[in-house]
């Protein structure tokens, strides 16, 4: 059983920054990819970043150049550091284990899944 609680969310104007955490409990953190996914009102969850157990990462379109995903496997902790964001950002962000490997795009890899955490960028 692995947990994990996000953390980091919040209303920030456009072209500001936030960093997202995630903590994840258990002692095999660093055995297994990791991923952060999103969810605006009234639409699907989608990939946003991945980051494999040997620190290869893993972007949407939308977001590369702007997100960075990165992981400190001694503090059993996930990151994802969000500059330059747009109105188009504002969604629920979800961090996710992937424990067997797969396509790291698609939600149905993931493993165990946090609460969520609200991002919202205003205009």
């Known amino acids: 059983q692995v947990q994990l609680v996000e953390s980091g969310g919040g209303l920030v104007q456009a072209g500001g920054s936030l960093r997202l955490s995630c903590a994840a409990s258990g002692r095999t953190f660093e055995n297994y990819g990791m991923g952060w996914f999103r969810q605006a009102p009234g639409k699907e969850r989608v990939f946003v970043a991945a980051?494999?157990?040997?620190?290869?990462?893993y972007y949407q379109d939308s977001v590369k150049g702007r997100f960075t995903i990165s992981r400190d496997n001694a503090k059993n902790t996930l990151y994802l550091q969000m500059n330059s964001l747009k109105p188009e950002d504002t969604a629920v962000y979800y961090c996710?284990?992937?424990?067997?490997?797969?396509?790291?795009?698609?939600?149905?890899?993931?493993?165990?899944w946090g609460q969520g955490t609200q991002v919202t960028v205003s205009s």
């Open positions: 996710s284990v992937n424990r067997y490997g797969g396509t790291y795009y698609r939600s149905g890899t993931y493993d165990y």
């Open positions: 980051i494999t157990r040997g620190g290869r990462t």
